[in-house]
T-cell receptor
Framework: AQSVSQHNHHVILSEAASLELGCNYS??????LFWYVQYPGQHLQLLLK??????LVKGIKGFEAEFIKSKFSFNLRKPSVQWSDTAEYFC????????????FGAGTQVVVTP | DTAVSQTPKYLVTQMGNDKSIKCEQN?????MYWYKQDSKKFLKIMFS???????INETVPNRFSPKSPDKAHLNLHINSLELGDSAVYFC???????????FGPGTRLTVT
């Protein structure tokens, strides 16, 4: 069965530290990749997405992600986090389904301390 | 303006009851989704409708019945509620195909 794995369930770091969250998927065909963020008490918002082209994609709020096809990975990065980046981060994969069906990873809780 | 709205935001009810959650989007999208987020924050798709037609129906108990009166609305009716139904239910919408999905604020359902 297809799966989406986020290896870190909880990450605690200080402001100005760099952040990298891992996401791996198991599907060998064409994929479309997303990172969503859920701030405390809020709904999910799209951070960035990858469909094709440049494997390094830039999103909102200084986030970027790199698609490495050979590693089935789509890791999220931010060079310098802020307290306001405290949130739950979800990787999501569309396994070539034309209806846009998304499979989500289990999420990573990120806590940024002042 | 709220893009995807859900009502109610909180729902507390007893086992065995029947309840509905409503979702509306004003983004002009033609595809809507229901997701369930469990206590561990794991999100799983339940249903999707495109232009009032059911297109995704995951393995969900048939106590859950979605209804889409028009492409701007997707409601979720749950019969005979069970403790395990306690979760946050998110509605989302998008254009047909693989596009960004816009999520609603969620409905926290607690079954006692």
């Amino acid at each position: 069965a297809q799966s989406v794995s986020q290896h870190n369930h909880h990450v605690i770091l200080s402001e100005a530290a760099s952040l990298e969250l891992g996401c791996n998927y198991s599907y060998g065909g064409t994929v479309n990749l997303f990172w969503y963020v859920q701030y405390p008490g809020q709904h999910l918002q799209l951070l960035l997405k990858y469909f094709s082209g440049d494997p390094l994609v830039k999103g909102i709020k200084g986030f970027e992600a790199e698609f490495i096809k050979s590693k089935f990975s789509f890791n999220l990065r931010k060079p310098s986090v802020q307290w306001s980046d405290t949130a739950e981060y979800f990787c999501a994969v569309n396994h070539g389904d034309s209806w846009g069906k998304l499979q989500f990873g289990a999420g990573t809780q990120v806590v940024v301390t002042p | 303006d709220t893009a995807v709205s859900q009502t109610p935001k909180y729902l507390v009810t007893q086992m065995g009851n029947d309840k509905s959650i409503k979702c509306e989007q004003n983004l002009g999208h033609d595809t809507m989704y229901w997701y369930k987020q469990d206590s561990k924050k794991f999100l799983k798709i339940m249903f999707s409708y495109n232009n009032k037609e059911l297109i995704i129906n995951e393995t969900v108990p048939n106590r859950f019945s979605p209804k889409s009166p028009d492409k701007a609305h997707l409601n979720l009716h749950i019969n005979s509620l069970e403790l395990g139904d306690s979760a946050v239910y998110f509605c989302a919408s998008s254009h047909r195909g693989v596009y960004e999905q816009y999520f609603g604020p969620g409905t926290r359902l607690t079954v006692t």
